[in-house]
Structure formats: C-alpha cells, structure tokens
C-alpha cells in the first residue's frame, strides 16, 4: 500500500515526539510517504551506546525494511538451539528453532542513520499540547511550539503525551525486576563459551527466571571474537522497600522512574554476583560476576483507553507495554508504526478517519499482547489468589513452556 500511494501524504505537517526506535521508525516511514517530519528526543547527548538485546520477529524486519534501512545487512545473530541449564551446569532440555538476535544499539544506528541528520531534534523536551480543529500545536521545554497535522507520542514508558491526554493510565508494577547487563566475548571462559554463545539458554531454579543470548559487539561487529553476551535475570522484589531500597544511590537518592546503571549501590551488585553463585548454573554465575555495570528495569503492565485523542497519537511503549517476556517491545512499534503510516498514506485527506482505525486496530492488539506477556510472566508470582492461578504459573515455568513461548511471536490473536 506504501509503495503504490508514495507521495500521497505530501506535506502533511508530522511532529514525533521520543527518538527512539519507536519514534525513528515511524519517522523514516512517514518522510519517505512525503511528510514533513521532525523527530524531538529529550535526551541531548547519543542514545545509541545504551541499549542491550532485542529479540527480532519477522515482522519487525518487515518494518525497518519499509522503514529504508536495508534489512539485507547484518542487522543480528542467528541462533538455532534452545536449551535450559540444570543447576549444577548441564543441559536438561533443549529445543530447536532458529531466531535473530539484534542489540539495541545497532537497530537505532541503523535506524538514525536513514533519517536526516537536520531533521532530528537531541535534548528538546515535549512538554504539552493543544488541539485546534484539525490542527495541533506541540510546545517543547524550551519555548518552541510547532504547530502540525499529525503529533506521534513515542515517548515511551513515561510518556508525556500519554499524561497529558490520559493522566488515569500508569505503570503497574508487577512484583519482580529484570537485571540486565552484557559482557564482552573474550572475557568469557572456553567452557561457558562453548555451552552458551551459540545458542539462546534459560537456567529456572525456583523463584528465579534467567536467559542470555549473543549479539554484537558495540560498533555492530558480529564475527566471533567480537560480540557480546546479553543476560537477562527476572528477580523477585515484592516488597516496596525492597524495591525502594535498590533504587537508592550511594548519596541516599531514591530514583523512581529508574535508577542509572552507574548508580547502583555496590553492595546491590555483591548481593546480586552471591545469589547467582548461590542458585543460577556455573555458567550463568559466571556471566553474572564478569557484567560490568549491570542494571535492573521494574517488570510493569501498562494499557490505554484509547491510543489517539484529535490529532495526538501514542505508538509503542508509550501505549501498551507487555512484560519483556515475549520479547515484542520492538516488534509492537513496528507494527503501531507501520499501520500508523500506512492508513495516513492511504486517507491523506481523511487523517481522522485513519486515526480511527489505528486507535481500534492496535488497541485491540496492545490488550491482546499484555494480557499473554502477564500470563508468561505469571511464572514470577510467589503466591496464588486461586488453584488455577497456581496451575497456570507452574505451566508457564516448564522448562518446554519456556523453550517454546519466551521471546517468540505469541499466536495471531
Ligand atoms: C536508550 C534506550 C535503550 C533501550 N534498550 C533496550 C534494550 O536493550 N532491550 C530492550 O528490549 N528494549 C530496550 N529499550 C526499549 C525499546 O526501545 C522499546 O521497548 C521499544 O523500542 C519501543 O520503544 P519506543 O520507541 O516506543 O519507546 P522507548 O524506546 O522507550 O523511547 C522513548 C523515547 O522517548 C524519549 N522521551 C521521553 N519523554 C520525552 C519527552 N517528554 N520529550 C521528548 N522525548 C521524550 C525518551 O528519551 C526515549 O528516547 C531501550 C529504550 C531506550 C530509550
């Protein structure tokens, strides 16, 4: 539909809020239909040395393709084998079936690279918005305001768009945070190397849900030697001074939306090297000791009413978040934006009533993939309101449940 309409939208005045991939993507398939878009990202200095790993679906390659990032390139790592490691190191199942693994930063140096470099605003904060008719007007932390046709909120998790236009709809925690970190692969032993770097492995000792895969070195470099090992380690903190507790700095700072990697106290990091030695297979444990600065996200649910109010639209994190167990984050972007762009090519004149079927469609897709990622995370909880409750939470632990769901494409809904 793209291709055959490419020029339809001419001109249509587009202001993305939030330059990440979300916004970028976006942003590449709307000024290749012929808008007139310009990308605001808060954070001024590069984003692109601070992500880790990305599971890929097919129909994200789809996207960065529409996008106009050649998908032909070596955008990930390939692997074919599952496997989940039994405590004292060995395997204990295994399951065959091939998925790309791509590091954050080397999807947004791709991504940044096919928007033009004068059309992408670093360090200018959204601050609000007002609608007038058919037209909104966008004001930024520093005084600017742009009026437009279409405002994309891809402001993620803590969206302003999203407070300005739906306050009611927050976070909700869900109980458990996801450490993260990544480690270099020549620091990596040959034993933990040879069981681990060519394949994607769980370790599920009870209350505890690890996984690692490999993906590129930091400038994208894929050959072996140069790569790096992603882990992801679900972990339990219930309790809100818990969780309080590791997002408090060394100075006694608490830092709510997020502690900065830097920032976590060190004795969190001791704590965290002792647990893996203590329960994760010595693989893993040694992953855990050799993450320089390793990091943890709070594991949310996040839905909307409703994904567009006048011409103010939410697309990616900032609407619907699933847990990252299904590993879709990037992939439901790409969908919002390739629907987004596709229905503004093909009602140009309309953008209402393209605003319309977006709102139902993904809508409908967001309830849909938070409700199933809540259920692969059910596996976390460590009590149960009902019989089914625990059943469901014990399915979704199997090591086979978890070699055949996590990180993979849920069924079509
Ligand atoms: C720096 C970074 C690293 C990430 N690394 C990973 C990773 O390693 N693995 C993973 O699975 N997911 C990662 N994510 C999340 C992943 O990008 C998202 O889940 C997915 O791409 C959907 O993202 P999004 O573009 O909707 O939102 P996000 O990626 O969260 O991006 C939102 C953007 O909006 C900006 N923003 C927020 N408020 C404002 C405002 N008021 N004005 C202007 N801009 C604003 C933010 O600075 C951010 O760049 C990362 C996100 C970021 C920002």
């Known amino acids: 539909m793209m291709a055959a309409n490419s020029r339809a939208a001419d001109g249509l005045r587009v202001v993305v809020v939030g330059g990440s991939l979300g916004g970028l993507l976006v942003a590449n398939m709307l000024r290749r239909a012929g808008c007139d ?12 040395g601070r992500g880790v790993g990305i599971a890929a679906h097919a129909e994200m390659f789809d996207a960065f393709g529409r996008a106009g990032v050649d998908v032909n390139q070596a955008i990930g790592i390939a692997v074919d084998d599952r496997i989940v490691l039994a405590r004292d190191g060995s395997v204990m199942a295994r399951h065959k079936v091939r998925q790309v693994m791509c590091s954050w930063s080397s999807l947004f140096g791709l991504l940044r690279a096919a928007f033009a470099e004068d059309r992408y605003f670093a360090g200018m904060e959204f601050s609000g918005a007002e609608q007038s008719g058919a037209k909104v007007r966008a004001r930024f932390a520093d005084g600017t305001e742009i009026e437009a046709d279409l405002l994309i909120g891809a402001d993620g998790i803590h969206s302003t768009l999203r407070r300005h236009y739906w306050p009611a709809s927050k976070p909700q925690y869900a109980g458990y945070i996801a450490w993260r970190g990544i480690v270099e692969e020549a620091r990596v032993s040959r034993e933990t190397h040879e069981m681990l770097f060519t394949r994607y492995a769980f370790c599920l000792p009870p209350g505890e849900h690890m996984l690692g895969y490999a993906i590129a070195g930091a400038d994208g470099d894929d050959r072996p030697g140069r790569r790096r090992y992603n882990i992801v380690w679900y972990r339990r903190a219930e309790e809100e001074g818990e969780l309080r507790r590791l997002m408090t700095d060394a100075a006694g700072t608490h830092h709510p939306l997020g502690i900065p990697p830097g920032l976590i106290r060190s004795e969190a990091v001791a704590e965290l090297r002792a647990a893996a030695r203590a329960n ?134």
Request: proline share 7%.
């Open 280 to 413: 994760l297979a010595p693989q893993f444990a040694e992953m855990v000791e050799l993450v320089e600065t390793p990091f943890f996200q709070s594991v949310v649910d996040m839905e909307v009413p409703s994904m567009v109010s006048g011409r103010a639209v939410l697309l990616g994190d900032a609407a619907f978040l699933a847990r990252p167990h299904c590993g879709m984050g990037v992939t439901k972007a790409a969908g919002d934006a390739v629907l987004l762009a596709e229905l503004v090519v093909a009602f140009p004149d309309d953008i209402g009533h393209a605003l319309q079927v977006y709102d139902a469609e993904r809508c409908r897709f967001g309830r849909y993939i938070t409700a199933y990622a809540r259920r692969l995370g059910s596996q976390m909880k460590h009590s149960y309101a009902s019989e089914e409750e625990r059943r469901e939470a014990e399915y979704y632990r199997r090591p086979e449940t978890c070699l055949r769901k996590i990180s993979l494409p849920p069924d079509p809904p």
């Open 37 to 48: 878009v310009t990308v605001h990202e808060r954070i001024g200095e590069a984003l692109s």
